[in-house]
């Protein structure tokens, strides 16, 4: 099984930083690059969503409420999301996630992966 750590969750004030990691680790799966990575948030009352990703290419993906402001990086299997500029509306429980597919067999079958990490606070004081 893959577990997913993240940590860099913090108390800060308006127009400050974060920055957030999270590694992977646990089965043989962990050490095989997944096909994506990314921070999904979700703010108390709202649904998760996408907050950046990036692909083991290390192609980028943002939500356009934080272009120019995060940015997402990665190291294998570990990713990264520097915070900057934050506003009160980041304030959310960052959520750390790798998928893709991956071959089973011979054949070439592919089965899809999702795991998900157990979520990291982030509190931004106006």
């Known amino acids: 099984q893959v577990q997913l750590v993240e940590s860099g969750g913090d108390l800060v004030q308006a127009g400050g930083s974060l920055r957030l990691s999270c590694a992977a680790s646990?089965?043989?799966?962990?050490?095989?690059?997944?096909?994506?990575m990314g921070w999904y948030r979700q703010a108390p009352g709202k649904l998760r969503e996408l907050a950046a990703k990036?692909?083991?290419?290390?192609i980028p993906t943002y939500a356009d409420a934080v272009k120019g402001r995060f940015t997402i990086s990665r190291d294998k299997n570990s990713v990264y999301l520097q915070m900057n500029n934050l506003k009160p509306e980041d304030t959310a429980v960052y959520y750390c996630?790798?998928?893709?597919?991956?071959?089973?067999?011979?054949?070439?079958?592919?089965?899809?992966?999702?795991?998900w990490g157990q979520g990291t606070h982030v509190t931004v004081s106006s």
């Open positions: 996630n790798a998928a893709g597919d991956r071959v089973v067999n011979v054949e070439g079958a592919k089965v899809s992966y999702d795991y």
């Open positions: 646990g089965s043989r799966q962990s050490r095989q690059m997944f096909d994506y």
């Open positions: 990036i692909d083991k290419g290390g």
